[in-house]
């Protein structure tokens, strides 16, 4: 913890201590709150400004090394930043309604079934992303290199529920179609790296639109924290499975890139990173299995999610507190089996792919071609790199 606020504070002192209009300061008094107070430096540039960020003074063009980044591990470092910048964006959103200092609601109360803690792990999930953006760019800056910026592109709707600032988004949360895959594949023997396929926790959830916020306090009903209604639990738990959805994915690819740097220190930034990401994707998938039985349609996105039982009864591929990552194939099935994060290959992670699942997902919904082409520009140049480049 110490030796965190030390590096972050010293990546920050590059950059302007203005605060980004997404990021207000907190009333609450987190273990990590400091995070907010140290802004995104030379990224926050006025909207439409470029959508690359550059160090504001000679001593951010330091190398922390000596070292000049490659090409590659420029390009790898820049797609994540700008990766980082999108879950930072839906995470906001998360935590201005269900986190830490969200107001008293049923949609809180619905996360809550999911776990007592599940305000504070949104906030603190939040912060780590805003750290992960702040370093990323910072990083990049240090290196002579550009950093991103999506500001440009904050053009989308808030939730107009209580809590919500009234701020253009990135993201849209409110006509998800979520993968629930993960969570087979995770409870499977097999890989996707080996041509597995998973069929889908919660398949409601993977067809149609859902929301996975409340989209106004209609949505909020009677606003019962100790009681809300089907209909919140529903966008509550969506909401649960949906955390897991983006943190497994984030797992899967620092992983695939870590496989494309040239530098030990790159790597060293990718594995450790990408090390976050897997404890949220855990921390998330074992509290969306205990989502309660609930069933609701949704006429604004007329669609339905129903959510099963996964703690009883229930084949080993979709038990809920079968949380740890099942031994299953790796590199050969002449192998024995290994307990991994899956999958790992660029066969079927990249960071292409990632742009796509985002777009799949439905996070970018009401986002125009061009924000979509420069993700891709980006993501395609990342995908280019090759170890030792
Ligand atoms: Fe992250
Ligand atoms: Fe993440």
Same mark, same amino acid.
């Given at each position: 913890m110490v030796c965190m606020k030390a590096n972050i504070q010293t990546q920050s002192?590059?950059?302007?201590t203005e605060l980004p209009p997404a990021f207000p300061s907190s009333h609450r008094v987190a273990?990590?709150?400091?995070?907010?107070?140290?802004?995104?430096g030379a990224a926050?540039? =006025?909207?439409?400004? *470029?959508l690359f960020t550059t160090a504001k003074n000679s001593r951010a063009a330091d190398n922390s090394n000596g070292k000049k980044l490659t090409k590659g591990d420029a390009d790898i470092l820049r797609f994540l930043a700008a990766a980082e910048i999108i879950e930072t964006d839906l995470w906001q959103q998360y935590t201005e309604l269900g986190?830490?200092?969200? +107001?008293?609601?049923s949609y809180r109360g619905g996360l809550e079934i999911l776990d007592e803690d599940q305000p504070q792990y949104i906030s603190d999930n939040t912060d780590d992303e805003q750290s992960h953006v702040n370093f990323l760019n910072a990083y990049l800056h240090s290196k002579g290199e550009k950093g991103v910026n &999506?500001?440009?592109?904050?053009t989308l709707p808030s939730s107009? =529920? *209580?809590?919500?600032?009234q701020i253009g988004r990135l993201?849209? &949360?409110?006509?998800l179609t979520v993968d629930t895959s993960w969570w087979t594949r995770y409870r499977s023997t097999t890989n996707p790296d080996l041509g597995a396929t998973f069929p889908h926790a919660v398949p409601s959830l993977a067809t149609g639109l859902h929301t996975a916020? +409340?989209?106004?306090?209609?949505?909020?009903?009677?606003?019962d924290p100790e009681n809300p209604s089907d209909h919140m639990k529903a966008v509550a738990f969506t909401a649960g499975f949906h955390f897991a959805f983006i943190e497994q994915g984030g797992t899967s690819l620092y992983a695939a890139m870590a496989q494309k740097a040239s530098s030990l220190e790159a790597l060293q930034v990718i594995l450790s990173i990408g090390g976050s990401e897997i404890m949220h994707f855990q921390t998330w998938q074992d509290k969306a299995g205990n989502a309660t039985p609930v069933s609701d349609f949704d006429p604004v996105n007329s669609s339905t999610v129903t959510f099963q039982?996964?703690?009883?009864?229930?084949?080993e591929t979709l038990?809920?507190? &079968?949380?740890? +990552?099942?031994?299953c194939d790796f590199?050969?099935?002449?192998?024995p089996a290994c307990s991994i994060i899956r999958p790992t290959g660029a066969a079927h992670v990249s960071a292409m792919g990632a742009v796509n699942a985002f777009t799949a997902d439905g996070l970018?919904?009401?986002?125009?071609q061009k924000f979509l082409d420069f993700l891709k520009s980006l993501a395609a140049a990342a995908d280019a790199a090759q170890r030792g480049d």
């Open positions: 002192v590059n950059a302007p273990r990590r709150s400091f995070l907010r107070r140290l802004g995104l926050l540039l =006025a909207p439409g400004a *470029a986190g830490q200092d969200a +107001p008293e609601s &999506l500001d440009a592109f904050r107009q =529920a *209580a809590g919500a600032q993201t849209n &949360l409110t006509q916020i +409340p989209r106004n306090n209609n949505d909020l009903g009677s606003n039982d996964l703690k009883t009864g229930q084949p038990q809920a507190n &079968l949380i740890m +990552p099942e031994p590199i050969s099935t002449s192998l970018f919904r009401g986002q125009p």
